[in-house]
Each structure stands twice: as C-alpha cells, then as structure tokens.
C-alpha cells in the first residue's frame, strides 16, 4: 500500500496539536513550519505529503530550503 499524496487530518491534528481550529492549524502549517497549505472547501487544511516530506527532509539534515545540497 503507498502513502496517500495528501497528509491525513489526523496526521494535521498531531503536527499541530494543540491547535484544533482549521485557520489556527492553516497559519502554523504556512507561517511557522514554511509549508505550501492550501484550503479545503470545509476549511481545513491541504498540505501535499511531498511539500511535508521536502521541508521536514531539510530540517533533518541541517538544511536550508534555499541551502545547495552539493555544497
């Protein structure tokens, strides 16, 4: 079974818990971890696992977004 494309709201809840409002976790998914959120017509979140994946992905190895990987 592959990973869903999209993270699950249950997986939203635990990365931002404890916020529980849509526009609370929408603003801590953008403007703290620097994730690309896009809305749900019910207002909850959409992040895309990949955009997750990326950003987590550079934390743990020390990066930057921007930082050249090759350096």
Do not use: W
């Amino acid at each position: 079974m592959s990973a869903l494309p999209f993270l699950t709201q249950a997986e939203i809840d635990q990365i931002c818990e404890p916020l529980t409002q849509p526009g609370a976790q929408r603003r801590y998914l953008a403007e703290v971890l620097k994730l690309q959120v896009h809305e749900k017509p019910n207002g909850r979140p959409l992040v895309a696992r990949s955009e997750f994946e990326r950003v987590l992905g550079a934390e743990r190895f020390g990066l930057t977004q921007n930082s050249p990987q090759n350096a």
